[in-house]
């Protein structure tokens, strides 16, 4: 159902941004470094699964992308130079910038360490429409940092990120308040939560395009999607007042999977407790919280559904962790014995990382895992999930998770 609040005509619009650093990790070398100025610059490891997590402009115009392994990239660019990811440096520059956000506005909804939503809605009297503040945040990040922040403009969160992405790089987008022209062309991939499954369904259907979504009915979209068409003829329409949250009221991370057809074998359990696993850890990592109680859902064929918890001392926002536990969990079912139809997995008890992880990581001991899970993240939201996942779930060998 339609409603004022929910539509373009709601009574106070709102003004939000969606700011992102441009190949953040990249432009941070070319900036402490100014003689890699100009040149095609990866940053990834050199160690572990040897992807690329961050690539200038210059070596994408040589088709090399982020979740790319090195090897690749260095055949597609022979004189890209390759460097390591040195989180805590990115950190630093990160909180210089959100610093400059909150002398806008206090409603700064982080997404990562290079992006955030910015409510100012309440600050257009002191400084101005969306557009003009978000001229003067580009202005002093490029000032202050050397680096170039890209700037969504627009009546909420969802534009607002398909806005900065239209931006990119270095740009400002404002969508019209009647964003029919900017929204109507767009592909189905740039919408909010339309992974590869999803788009293959749509595309299936004859969809391509908002424009084609758009012709649908909502009934007709729940019919054939559940809750997502629901949100798909809303978000057809430039339609989505989710609020933006400083992050704290999360009380909960999760996943949960339900099967075209039930499963009972053990092994298709377990990786789809992996994927659910590497999900969450991304979400929460996402969020910037970790957590300590690990909850595993299992509904059975019959749709009986059972819990089961564990709490540890220690917060975690780590898949492989995360998988291990559930997979105890797993143990304490009868899944695997009788067939399974859902599989979820939820952390709570969830605290607060803020923009400092690194301290914690450090205390860890798990710097380099740290690094590799920002990569890993920023490389999902590039591509998607099915851009990057645990090799066991490509592969779906035996071998452990770590
Ligand atoms: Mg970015």
């Given at each position: 159902m339609r409603t004022a609040a929910k539509g373009p005509f709601q009574p106070t619009p709102r003004t939000i941004l969606h700011l992102d650093l441009d190949a953040f990790y990249a432009s941070v070398e070319?900036?402490?470094?100014?003689?890699?100025?100009g040149k095609p610059v990866l940053v990834g490891g050199r160690n572990g699964r040897g992807v690329v997590c961050a690539c200038s402009y210059e070596a994408r115009s040589y088709g090399v992308r982020s979740a790319m392994p090195v090897s690749q990239a260095l055949r597609l660019c022979p004189a890209a130079i390759l460097l390591p990811v040195r989180m805590a440096r990115y950190q630093e520059l990160s909180r210089h910038v959100f610093d400059i956000f909150s002398h806008?506005?206090?409603?700064?909804?982080?997404?990562?360490v290079d992006e955030a939503f910015l409510d100012v809605t309440g600050s257009r009297r002191l400084f101005g429409d969306g557009r003009c503040i978000a001229e003067q945040i580009r202005a002093a990040v490029r000032s202050e940092t050397g680096l170039a922040v890209s700037a969504g403009?627009?009546?909420?969160?969802?534009?607002?990120?398909?806005?900065?992405?239209q931006a990119k790089p270095d740009g400002l987008f404002v969508v019209p308040e009647d964003p029919d022209d900017f929204l109507l062309g767009l592909p189905l991939q740039r919408l909010w939560g339309v992974g590869p499954v999803l788009l293959r369904q749509l595309n299936r259907q004859g969809l391509t395009t908002v424009a084609d979504l758009r012709r649908l009915a909502r009934?007709?979209?729940?019919?054939?999607?559940?809750?997502?068409?629901?949100?798909?003829?809303?978000?057809?329409?430039?339609?989505?007042?989710?609020?933006?949250?400083?992050g704290h009221a999360v009380k909960s991370v999760g996943c949960e999977d339900t099967f075209e057809r039930d499963l009972v074998d053990r092994d298709d359990?377990?990786?789809?407790?992996?994927?659910?696993?590497?999900?969450?850890?991304?979400?929460?990592?996402?969020?910037?919280?970790v957590g300590r109680t690990l909850t595993i859902k299992v509904r059975y064929a019959d749709f009986s559904t059972v819990t089961r918890s564990t709490t540890s001392a220690e917060a975690v926002d780590h898949g492989p962790c995360l998988f291990r536990g559930a997979l105890e969990l797993l143990h304490k079912t009868e899944a695997g014995r009788r067939p399974v139809r859902l599989l979820g997995i939820t952390v709570s008890q969830l605290s607060h990382v803020g923009l400092e992880p690194l301290d914690l990581f450090n205390a860890q001991g798990s710097h380099r895992q740290a690094a590799l899970d920002a990569a890993m993240d920023h490389l999902r939201r590039r591509f998607g999930r099915s851009g990057l996942c645990p090799a066991t779930l490509l592969g779906r060998s035996e071998s452990d998770p770590e």
């Open positions: 070319q900036l402490d470094r100014p003689e890699l100025r806008y506005t206090d409603l700064i909804e982080p997404l990562s403009v627009a009546a909420n969160k969802f534009l607002a990120k398909l806005a900065s992405e009934p007709t979209l729940e019919r054939l999607y559940g809750a997502t068409g629901g949100k798909l003829y809303d978000l057809a329409r430039g339609w989505d007042n989710r609020p933006v949250e400083r359990l377990r990786h789809v407790l992996l994927d659910l696993s590497d999900r969450v850890a991304a979400r929460l990592r996402h969020k910037g919280l």
